[in-house]
């Protein structure tokens, strides 16, 4: 998730770290493999946390899983949360979960919400590039841009239409907005796909452009837009673009705790800090949901994940300790 950079302020002062219970109070079919989940208090009168366009909350499931998923509905609206939750190939127990077992009425436990993929509402033009599911994070950036009646374009790219989710939504956003929309259904008969160079070489100069969804999309859109300045570059990762670092061999020093441990071959700093007994939140163990950063006070982390940007990670004051190891002998954290 590089990108725009972080407000640990504003991410303190919503509470990320709280769990809460909420309840399922609708879901609905979207697209193939795509569904819709509304989430509410459990007081009839209470509010949610609010949150900034471009967040997400992680959705604690049974037997253990705890996955993340970006927040569609409008930043003003603290009355539910909105998800959409794309049945993955692969799942490994999130989205099948939800698809399968989930059910409106159910009571889930949520932490959140964070934001790593904040948008920049001072911009004078804004560029959205989406790929499947990669629709989700951007909707509610959309939504706030009708708000501050700023202008945007959005190029959505999926195989088939029957595939593309939220369709309605983004129609809606349009009609309702100075946004203008373009989709790309390359599986369908004489469609084509989305050239991400040329939607950047056309934009504005000053434009901000924001890219989620799959990794090869992001690497084209990464080298789309390596002249662009890095400030007006936004991405998001759904998947890791690294493997973790479970090679081993140095010390972790806790400063808070006064703890230390030896990272051993084949495990993580994480799972190194959980055995010695330090809690440590975490979700996605893959680095891309930034649940798990952790400030950095001595050595040199060595960087796995997909959240901290170039120039966060060039400082080292901070990693992601579910997939970052160490280039130095020693790293001292403050936890």
Known sequence: ????????????????????????RAMRYEAEGVCRVELTPLAPDASLVPFEAGAHIDLHLPGGPVRSYSLLSGQGDVSRYVIGVHLHPASRGGSRHVHVAMRPGDVITIAGPRNHFKLAEDAGYSVFIAGGIGITPLLSMMRRLN?????????????????????????????????????????????????????????PQRAHFYCCGPMGMLEAFEAATVSVPPVQVHTEYFVPRQKSDTTGGFEVRCARSAKSVQVRPGQTVLHALLDLGVQVPYACEEGICGTCEVPVLEGNPDHRDSVLTQQEKDAGKTMMVCCSGAKSDVLVLDI
């Open 147 to 203: 708000e501050l009646r700023r202008p945007w374009e959005l190029h959505y790219a999926a195989r088939t239409r029957m595939q593309a989710g939220f369709l309605d939504d983004v129609r809606e956003l349009a009609a309702g907005g100075e946004g203008r929309v373009t989709i790309a259904l390359d599986g369908e008969p004489g469609g084509t796909m989305l050239d991400i160079a040329q939607v950047v070489s056309q934009a």
């Open 1 to 24: 998730m590089p990108g725009f950079r972080r407000s640990d302020d504003v991410n303190s002062a919503l509470g990320v770290a709280l769990a809460r219970q909420v309840r399922v």
